[in-house]
């Protein structure tokens, strides 16, 4: 019953190709996002969705593009993969209101997708 | 925007010590504050967190933080290191309004047997 699920876990490519991670959360929460960790251990925020809307967009190239099919699922699709591109993917989530009230909780992360482009 | 300071990219002690993580955020108004540890080859979780209230807050594993609004602080201490507490470790705020957390740079923890 994990909280924040992706998948894969690891996904090996080479340069030029076209690929997607998937991401779930079973919290009922509103808000999801996308992250990404360098190798420096550098969180990057890249996209965050609150109930299938496009609410934080960070400069990303325009390869990168999220889908929310529904409050549960954020995916992160990837085109033209680049080397620069490896980096551990994280996704998110968080309830960000409550009854009309913003509430200062916590993020919950999933366990990562180390992506390793060749 | 916020900015997060994480005084420190890499922090040693030894076993037993204690372990004091330096984290300071840029915000005139009181942000939500968070740390959050990072064990290899795995997701962030959250250690702790101060949203109002008392401005000492007690985590998980042993782990305690302290919300200085003068010094625009919150720096996350245990009293006693453990080698299972190698790590790394972040720091983040999240606007009272708005949706964005702001990560610091993170810090990572050594234990010296």
């Known amino acids: 019953d994990t909280a924040v699920s992706q998948t894969p876990k690891y996904l090996v490519t080479q340069m030029g190709n076209d690929k997607s991670i998937k991401c779930e959360q079973n919290?009922?929460?509103?808000?999801m996002y996308w992250y990404k960790q360098d190798s420096k251990k550098f969180l990057k925020i890249m996209f965050s969705y609150n109930n299938k809307e496009l609410i934080i967009n960070e400069t990303v190239p325009n390869r990168f593009s999220p889908k929310s099919p529904d409050k549960a699922h954020l995916n992160l699709h990837i085109n033209s993969l680049e080397l620069g591109d490896s980096a551990v993917y994280f996704c998110?989530?968080?309830?960000?209101?409550?009854?009309?009230?913003?509430?200062?909780?916590?993020?919950?992360f999933g366990p990562g997708t180390r992506l390793t482009v060749l | 925007a916020q900015s997060v300071t994480q005084l420190g990219s890499h922090v040693s002690v030894s076993e037993g010590a204690l372990v004091l993580l330096r984290c300071n955020y840029s915000?005139?108004?009181?942000?939500?504050l968070f740390w959050y540890v990072q064990y290899p080859n795995q997701g962030l979780q959250l250690l702790l967190k101060y949203t109002t209230g008392a401005t000492l807050v007690k985590g998980i594993n042993g782990f305690e933080a302290e919300f200085k609004k003068s010094e625009t602080s919150f720096h996350l201490t245990k009293p006693s290191a453990h080698m299972s507490d190698a790590a790394e470790y972040f720091c983040?705020?999240?606007?009272?309004?708005?949706?964005?957390?702001?990560f610091g740079t993170g810090t990572s923890l050594t234990v010296i047997p």
């Open positions: 998110a989530s968080s309830q960000d209101f409550q009854r009309g009230a913003r509430r200062g909780i916590e993020q919950f």
């Open positions: 919290l009922g929460h509103d808000t």
């Open positions: 915000s005139s108004v009181p942000p939500y």
């Open positions: 983040a705020v999240s606007e009272r309004t708005g949706n964005q957390f702001y």
